[in-house]
Nanobody, 124 residues
Framework: QVQLVESGGGLVQAGGSLRLSCAAS????????MAWFRQAPGKEREFVAVMDWGGGATTYADSVKGRFTISRDNAKNTVYLQMNSLTPEDTAVYYC?????????????????WGQGTQVTVSS
């Protein structure tokens, strides 16, 4: 079992930045692809970014490409999401997810473990 706990969310003005963290426990995340998803009120959960287990490959949603950066520190068992140039459309609950090693995907149903989420609110 992998337990994931997100932190770093909050209220920020448009154009601002936030850095989300996802601390894992129970097992080392070095053998997991790690991703971020988000869910806005009344909308389905959507993919944001993923990094493979080795940290050598990443994929981003088109809506965040060039603004968000996913990174990981396997020694700290932590994954990060640096979010810059935030807009009100980025307002959502952000979730961290872990996927057992394999081809990394953008589909939420293929992820094995989830955190409880952290709220990000961007004001205009």
């Amino acid at each position: 079992q992998v337990q994931l706990v997100e932190s770093g969310g909050g209220l920020v003005q448009a154009g601002g930045s936030l850095r989300l963290s996802c601390a894992a426990s129970g097992r080392t995340i070095s053998s997991y692809n790690m991703a971020w998803f988000r869910q806005a009120p009344g909308k389905e959960r959507e993919f944001v970014a993923v990094m493979d287990w080795g940290g050598g490959a990443t994929t981003y949603a088109d809506s965040v490409k060039g603004r968000f950066t996913i990174s990981r520190d396997n020694a700290k068992n932590t994954v990060y999401l640096q979010m810059n140039s935030l807009t009100p459309e980025d307002t959502a609950v952000y979730y961290c997810a872990a996927q057992r090693v394999g081809i990394m995907t953008t589909r939420a149903g293929t992820y094995n473990y989830w955190g409880q989420g952290t709220q990000v609110t961007v004001s205009s």
